[in-house]
């Protein structure tokens, strides 16, 4: 027999019950909730009289609405100014409170973009399913946990049941091989695959990533990279378990305790691809190739490296592919060979599911440090992930830092990454954001997105246009 | 779950691939607690020239005349002809609630991204994957013809067009089933609840540490 990859291995060890017509039913260990994608769930659950399966399974957090600013959110739920917002948190707390369901509301240190906070929390642990109403659950991914996205409905079947009507994707692999460049980050990595495979590349497949890049990243990098493998079609993004995995639990408040711990580490050892698993795709980026990535178009896929230019889409032989670009184009208001680094920013947001986590800060403030936000930027801000993020980057004098320069300190939220809040661009500004999606309107009516890591939005933000932030490094860095 | 069987209907064509679920129903109708009423804002920016506020009378607003649903001829439409990665991003079930609440029971496109895909069968809504070829030719036909109609047939996997080809599609046994049946899949599983609870005990004995509390 054929070896088995990790994703086998964690199908297998879910697997409640193959039926006769090909679907499956799936169980689910951990299901995490927010107020945007729950409320007709738990109204579903109201309806038909059902009761949550099993009530320690959810964990709920605001992240979506909240606002960002210390004025707003002193007063609570109250206090949030937009009342449609205002009632989906509400609705949020009220359901939590109805079915017993475990809730870090707002006020609570332990609030934040859910992607950061059950990681955080240990509530995100390897071999688990992981499932949420939100498509970058793929985070969860990296620590060798199956982990994806799901509609509302299957929030509601997952509630009432444990467990999800699955059916089995298929293997693919991205090997990332060698060291990477300084300078160039996890984000980097991540666009550079989606640029290479494409939006829809990874449709119908478990993306696993490996390669010695992966194996040197830290866990908030190898998030980074499984947050976004839906940005190129895949539901599921995994990295194996090695011990940066295990020591990043250690500890948490949710990781296995006395023999536990030893019984869940000599299993998570095992959680990853057999030597001998067959993928059905294999993809293979040369890491010290990779050079730091910012995105032009309106898709993550329309990518190139910072010193490259704007495409030309009368050099597209594909009619489709030339259509999107000369569309793009003209949303962004970018012109066929304009250099990358001629594009000028009104707006810099750093935070985001992808990238708000204290290594993603660190990374930003290093370049800022003793610099000043350019005076064409209208606004930068800074939104750290969880409270705790918050509370870490504090100890470390990252807030500082991002006030000195002039960039905006805020609280924890998803914030301008879709611009559920009052975070936004206006319309026409370009905004150089570590979020995950440059789609039309995603951060603002008419607001022009472009993707790139935090290093590189610290960089426009002190320069007012993007720069290859490596020329910004010291030669220590 | 509203069941579809047959369904003959009007056809609109949305020429341009990756269309996401952002588009389709932009973030601030996504604050709404209810299930319906996100029709009006489907497509909500490609469709109006304004920009549109969540729980706003929308029938004043200013309409996009070169947007193909603010057509006259695309009236009564009812299936949505489309291009590849359709419904990509965002993993929101307000997509397809949107576009079953405007008036659509099925979508044609040459690929779906895989959660949109998903989220359609949970609402009545057929996404049909037919070829390349068989996209295009459809577009043709489509921009060419006015009225032109399509009958999908749920129980026989074919799309037939006025001239009687059948163009046949692939489809889950599964959520074929609960489509033509209409079916609550929630009910269906609790139909296993011994089975699910069997496996939950031992898989608790296996992997004690999933089953603590959260703090």
Redesign the interface.
Known sequence: MAGRTLYDKLWDD?L??S?D???A?L?I??HLLHE??S??AF??LRI?G?QP??I?AN?ATPD??VPTTLNERNAGIEGIV?P??R??VQ?LDDNCDEFGI?QYAMGDVRQGIVHVVGPE?G?T?P??TVVC???H?ATHGAFGALA???????V??VL????L?A?KMKNMRVRVEGKLGRGVTAKDIVLAVIGEIG??GG??CAIEFAGTALEDLSMEGRMTICNMA?EA???VGLVAVDNTTIDYIRGK??A??GA??D??VN?WHTLHSDVDAVFDHEVILDAAAIEPQVTWGT?PEMVAPVGASVPDPDQEADA??A??IR?ALQYMGLSAGQALTSIQLDRVFIGSCTNSRIEDLREAAAVVKGRKVAETIKEAIVVPGSGLVKQQAEAEGLDKIFIEAGLQWREPGCSMC???NADRLGEGEHCASTSN?N????QG?GGRTHLVSPAMAAAAAVTGYFVDVRELMGDAA | MKALTVHQGLVAPLDRANVDTDMIIPKQFLKSIKRTGFGKNLFDELRYLDVGEADQDCSGRPLNPDFVLNQPRYKDVSILLARQNFGCGSSREHAPWALEDYGFRCVIAPSFADIFYNNCFKNGLLPIVLSEQQVDDLFAACQTEEGFNLTVDLERQVVVTPGGDELSFEIDPFRKECLLKGLDEIGLTLQEEDTIRAFENKHQKKFPWLFQELA
Not at chain 1, 160 to 163: G, H, L, V
Not at chain 1, 439 to 442: I, K, L, T
């Open positions: 879910h409640v019950k039926r017509d090909g679907s039913l169980y260990d951990r945007v994608t409320p007709q109204e579903g038909a059902r399966w099993r320690n964990l979506h609405n937009d449609v917002s009632i989906q609705t475990t929390q509530a642990l071999g688990m109403g939100d498509s659950t994806h996205g799901i509609g509302t409905s299957e509601e079947h009432a049941s444990q467990c009507v059916k939006t829809a449709t119908g839906i079609g895949a539901r408040p949710g296995p305790k536990d711990w019984a869940a299993y898709s489709t592919r259509d999107g569309r879709l611009a559920m999606r789609f039309e309107g995603r009516f």
